[in-house]
């Protein structure tokens, strides 16, 4: 019976220790990733285990053991901790143009998934351009119960609407309606309607508008993508 026991835990052992190595690529699909390691997506820094907040939007861009390259300016455009700083400012690469090697100031780099470990406010000087873009990200998690989480960016000072629809065109919730500063922005959705109530599980459709939306001026920004609440 012990001799069971003991070659269970050997074989757990060389599975957990195989999907930790087996991940461990990802460390190279992360601008300046070697600094932190596996501390960039994981709450033991160590590898495996719970995600901290970047992690879990890492996760939602990628397949089980993927080799999908999930960095690029929508990733770095959001603060994924909510510590102030984008996961780009915080990688030296504020504007996901990373694909290889060293960049920014390898130094200066601090952890996109601890809330603790941000740049200081100079930490952040000459690192590449922001976004010239507007960014609607997907929300996050997506699937969610009971609240999810939806970034965006803006390159300029905007004003900004923020809708939540039904699958058949209600409109269910205004999350943001007013002018907003160019940069990073979370808004939150507890499931709620206008008027506090909870709605019903399904697939809802959240809108942004943004921008110049004065006739013939090109610059106005409108996009919608889908999430799901599941109850």
């Known amino acids: 019976m012990k001799n069971r026991y003991f070659a269970l835990l050997v074989i757990l052992t060389i599975f957990a220790f195989s999907a930790l190595v087996g991940r461990s690529f990802r460390v190279g699909k992360v601008p300046n990733g070697s600094v932190n390691a596996c501390a960039n997506c994981h709450v033991d820094p160590q590898g495996g285990g719970a995600r901290n907040d970047f992690g879990q939007a890492v996760e939602s861009r990628v397949t089980p053991n993927g080799q999908e390259n999930f960095w690029g300016a929508d990733l770095a455009a959001i603060d994924s901790d909510g510590d102030g700083f984008t996961n780009g400012e915080e990688l030296q690469d504020a504007g996901g143009a990373w694909t290889s090697g060293t960049i920014g100031d390898p130094s200066l780099v601090t952890n996109p998934g601890d ?39 803006l390159p300029e000072p905007s004003h900004v609407k923020l809708e939540v629809y039904n699958s058949i065109g209600q409109l269910i919730r205004v999350l943001a309606d007013a002018n907003l500063a160019a940069g990073s922005h979370v808004a939150f959705w507890d499931a709620n309607d206008q008027f506090g109530y909870k709605v019903s599980s399904g697939i809802y459709i959240y809108r942004i508008s943004a921008g110049d939306f004065s006739a013939g001026s090109g610059n106005e920004f409108v996009e919608s993508k889908t999430m799901v609440l599941m109850k």
């Open 115 to 153: 809330i603790n470990s941000h740049p200081a406010p100079t930490g952040i000087e000459g690192l590449t351009e922001l976004p010239s873009d507007f960014i609607l990200s997907q929300n996050y998690p997506n699937p969610f119960n009971p609240s999810t989480k939806i970034s965006y960016f």
